[in-house]
């Protein structure tokens, strides 16, 4: 189905947060978080089809990346307080009062960072594919690490270990990791690609933040944890997470666990993006849950 969309930006600490709405039926809308940090958000483009239920799916690409990029270094500015302050500053200019909140990856992150700041209007909370700490992120992403081919592991260490991390054999090595525990679709779709591509090149956000990849954590978050604030969460909520996901059953356990009533779906035949892998049944599942507090 053919929806209405509808692009703009909005000014943001001197600088211009680009944003794109989906659909414009009247029940709540959904505002979807995207990951990397510093990734954009068209790898969730598949989230499209929520608007077929009557409702608006807005995206905005996060400071610094894709269509909000800006043409300076500034390292020092991207920081966790940065992108809480953010989601306000898009909910006031779009006159987003009431929304269901999901957020993805660094995305589900973020959103679980917003909520202890106890915003009002967030009908429901999804958390797909998120850690509650970079800590368990990391010793379960090396665990996973452990499993691939020994010749992969031992390229990996090697760039590391000499801080070739940006090298092609290094970038070869990583897509095998990705391949099992990051979208198992392959070739992967466009819209994803589109957000791998603007990875690949480098982004500043996700190498000051994050650092080269998923496993090795350098960056800035690499001691970020909310695990013992997670009940103060108060929204109903869904986790999300795939059977093969770097964001493994132990990580979404912990986040179910800790946000007091929520419910948790493993999708089986999915790694680290199941909207994608089982998109039609990732739909199904999100619709029914976020229905319900409309």
């Known amino acids: 189905m053919a929806h209405r969309i509808v692009e703009g930006t909005i000014p943001f600490k001197g600088y211009q947060t680009w944003y794109r709405i989906v659909g414009e039926g009247d029940k709540t809308p959904l505002l979807c978080l995207h990951g990397g940090p510093g990734a954009t958000h068209d790898y969730l483009e598949s989230l499209d089809a929520m608007a077929d239920t009557g409702r608006r799916v ?3 690409d996060q400071l610094g990346c894709g269509r909000s990029a ?12 940065l992108y809480v302050e953010e989601v306000d500053v898009v909910r006031r200019a779009l006159s987003l009062d009431r929304i269901h909140l999901l957020g993805q990856s ?9 909520m202890l700041t106890q915003p009002p209007g967030i009908a429901s909370l999804t958390i797909a594919s998120s850690p509650a700490s970079m800590k368990q992120w990391v010793a379960e992403a090396n665990r996973l690490r452990e499993e691939l081919p020994p010749e992969v592991q031992a390229t990996l260490l090697e760039h ?3 801080g070739t991390t940006s090298s092609q054999q290094y970038k070869d090595a990583t897509k095998v990791f990705n391949d ?15 957000s791998f ?25 690499r001691d970020w944890d909310i695990i013992d604030r997670l009940p103060e969460i108060k929204a109903p909520t869904l986790v999300t997470s795939g059977r093969h996901d ?5 990580i979404a356990e912990t ?17 680290h993006s199941s909207h994608v892998e089982e998109a039609d049944r990732y739909m199904q599942v999100l619709t029914q849950f976020i229905s319900q507090y409309d």
């Open 106 to 114: 660094w995305g589900g992150m973020l959103a679980m960072q917003y």
């Open 255 to 271: 986040v179910k666990n800790g946000i007091p009533g929520a419910q948790w779906v493993i999708f089986e035949n999915s790694s």
């Open 58 to 60: 807005i995206y905005y």
């Open 70 to 81: 800006i043409d300076v270094s500034k390292p020092e500015l991207w920081t966790v307080e």
């Open 180 to 194: 099992r525990h990051v979208c198992r679709l392959l070739p992967y779709p466009d819209y994803v690609k589109r």
């Open 246 to 250: 770097e964001a493994t059953p132990l």
């Open 197 to 221: 591509d603007y990875l690949d090149e480098g982004g500043e956000v996700y190498n000051t933040m994050n650092g080269p990849n998923e496993f090795h954590v350098i960056g800035t978050i």
């Open 160 to 162: 590391e270990i000499a």
